[in-house]
Structure formats: C-alpha cells, structure tokens
C-alpha cells in the first residue's frame, strides 16, 4: 500500500466547509507528529489565513507576458491579430490594441511580426506568500483584483509544494478550470458536501469532474444532521465512500466567526480528522 501525499479538498459549490476541513485536517496531522504543508489555492479569496494564522516569511509576485507594440515599427499588416485566437491583439491598420485580460500569454504575436514591433512585458497578476503556523509550513496564493489569471496564480502556488511533506491543498469551489489546476495531479480528492438539494447537485456535478480526471476520492458531508438524506443514499448508489460527517454544531459555528481552529476550541473533534486521514490512506495503492 503507498500512501497519498497530497490531497485536495474540493467542493462543487461554496459554504459547504471545504476550508474547515482543509485547516483543521492539516493542523491535526501536524499535532501528531506528521509534517505537513497547507496550500491554499483558493486564490481568489483565500481564508485558510484566518484559521491557521501563520507567520509569512516570503512573498513573490506572479508575473506573466503580455506584448506591448512599438507603432513607430508597425506596418499594419495585421498578422498579430489574425494569428490570435482570443482577441487579445487587434490591428486596425497602423493602429493596434492590445487587451492584457484576454492574453494567454502565447507569444505567438511577438514571434509572427515580421518587423519586431511587438515584445514582452511583464505583468504581475498575483502573489505567492509562504511561511509556517506553528510546525504547518503554509503556502498561499492570491490573485490581484481585477486578474482573471486564477490557473496562473494557482500553478505558481502549487509549485512551492514540498515533497517530504503530506500535503493538503485548499481548491477554489466549483468544476471549472481553477479547479482542474488545483485538482490536477494530487493523489486523493476529498470533495465537501452538505445534505441539501443543492449540495447534492453540486456534489453531483464535482464527481464528474472527478472522475474525469480518473483521481480516487471520497465525501465529506458537513453539517450531516440537518436537510435529508438524498447525500448519502446517491454515494450509496454511486459507491462513494463518505469518509467524514460533521454534526449541525453551534459551537463549531461559534469558533469559525471567532477565527478559531475547530479542534483548538472543541478537542473532542481531533480524533474525527485523524481517523480521516487514516481512512484516506486505507484506500491507496498508489497512482
């Protein structure tokens, strides 16, 4: 049996404790000894932060090209714009305009014009912060407002990964394709849910994209005693393990408006992510 180092905590929607069980999984595991490290690749609003409060030592820009044009060079022929397919560059004769939003950063338009009037800029669209909580060595992302390059940001996240470190990493909500950069590659998806209609489409929805991406996985249900129990019986009928079951608990509602870490105010719920863990590594063989 090998175990699955990293792990990613998902969800097909928000507010189903995707965050939660990230922090306080990463923080039990450290308090029995383990190393480990919590990347929060939720970069659009990371929150991890708040929960683990760790000491940041390092922060690095994530940076991109974009091309800038120098018009005295341009000729107007337009192949620029011809050759990209996502309008980022656009030749109205001599006159171009560039849209740094939509630039996949290809280079492709910097390469084809046939008097280098077209070259490289950077352009910062996030940053990547690191530093540790207690003996959890955190990593966080977090994309500049206005940027859409959440992959981007993420990949650069993802590269501070340690590889003699169980690692649990914090994955934006959803399906799309901020998701999928977090996703891709990890060797278990744990994917957080909540017993109601709509986390069950969701739920519904982010077992497909799972399944796509052929990773093992399992369910966490959040919440577990309240809605009905349509959650459990479609896991049932999937053959999907429900791995965790959080209670409707109002003093564990309590500590996360205080920014308090679950098991820190209510120790009684440490053994439930340890046997997590121990649950998740029952059913690896290795990828």
């Not at 060595?137 to 590269?159: E, H, N, Y």
């Not at 340690?162 to 901020?178: V, W, Y």
């Not at 069950?200 to 919440?223: E, S």
């Not at 205080?258 to 820190?264: A, D, L, V």
């Amino acid at each position: 049996m090998k175990p699955f180092p990293s792990i990613a905590v998902a969800s097909g929607k928000g507010g189903t404790g995707k965050t939660t069980i990230a922090v306080n999984l990463a923080w039990a595991l450290s308090k029995s000894g383990r190393r480990v490290q919590y990347m929060d690749c939720d970069v659009e609003e990371p929150n991890g932060a708040i929960f683990l409060k760790p000491s940041f030592q390092s922060k690095e820009p994530v940076l991109v090209e974009v091309p800038q044009v120098n018009l005295d060079k341009c000729i107007g022929c337009g192949k620029c714009g011809q050759l990209c397919q996502y309008g980022a560059i656009v030749s109205l004769g001599k006159q171009v305009l560039t849209f740094e939003a939509l630039c996949h950063s290809c280079g492709g338009c910097i390469q084809i014009c046939p008097t280098e009037a077209i070259t490289a800029k950077q352009l910062e669209v996030g940053v990547v912060e690191q530093g540790m909580a207690g003996a959890v060595d955190c990593v966080q992302g977090l994309l500049q407002i206005g940027s859409v390059r959440t992959p981007t940001v993420i990949r650069q996240t993802r590269k501070r990964s340690r590889a003699d470190a169980i690692r649990i990493l914090d994955a934006p909500p959803g399906t799309s394709c901020p998701v999928i950069a977090a996703a891709r590659d990890v060797d278990f998806m744990l994917l957080a849910t909540e017993p109601t209609p709509f986390g069950l489409h969701d739920l519904k929805l982010a077992v497909g994209m799972v399944r796509q991406l052929g990773l093992p996985f399992g369910v966490a249900i959040n919440r577990s005693d309240i809605g009905d129990d349509r959650v459990v019986q479609y896991c049932r009928e999937e053959n999907i393990d429900i791995l965790l079951q959080i209670p409707d608990d109002r003093k564990i509602a309590e500590s996360y408006s205080r920014g308090e870490m679950m098991i820190e105010a209510l120790p009684h719920y440490e053994p439930m992510f340890l046997q997590l863990y121990e649950s998740i590594q029952s059913r690896g063989s290795g990828r």
